[in-house]
């Protein structure tokens, strides 16, 4: 497995790719992503086979890994990147949630997905440039919250970074909660 090993090196190249784009206390992925890789076929399996066993496994792969990182020790709660309702009733489940749940229960921290919703259906994204993906997602991503949620460190998973556009609103969207600190986990990164 393409292990990246991203959560032992706090600069590490996706760190630096967010850098200037979005304050993050930590950003890792577990595996590297290539084209016909055994990642790609994992990662496929996993969103359009219905196979969630895959995020669950990673997530149980990943979490103790995640538990030694000193920046993640105030994790307060492990939030999914959200899929519009329309997606996620032709989909029937979201890909990252059981990821995200594996991670929560790894770190003991609360699983919460009624925080970040989608506000704008989308299609595909993975045949776009980062300009026309930032574009289209920028304002895809809001936050409903109460004051309770105020002053957390909320880790952020998803799948796959690609351009890093998803991520990026979601980041901001979460950031709009009062003194709120934002760190990204992926099961894989495509890097260029």
Known sequence: MPYTQHHEIPENEIFK??????????????????????????IHKLKYKGQQDIGKLMGQWYAPKLKKVTALQNVTAVIPVPLHPKKLR?????????????????????YRDD??????????????????RAAIIGQSFDVQFTENDGNNH????????TTGATLESCGRALLKIPNTQVS???IAYTHS
């Open 17 to 42: 790719r967010f850098y200037g784009r979005l304050p993050v206390t930590h950003i890792s992925a577990l595996l590297y992503f290539n084209k016909e890789g055994i990642v790609q076929q994992l």
């Open 90 to 110: 032709t989909r029937g489940y979201n890909q990252v949630a059981e990821f995200g749940k594996a991670i929560a229960e790894g770190l003991d921290v609360p």
């Open 115 to 132: 925080i970040l919703v989608r506000t704008v259906y989308n299609k595909s994204q993975t045949k776009k440039n980062l300009e026309n």
């Open 154 to 161: 909320f880790l952020l998973v998803d799948d796959v970074i």
């Open 184 to 186: 990204i986990v992926t």
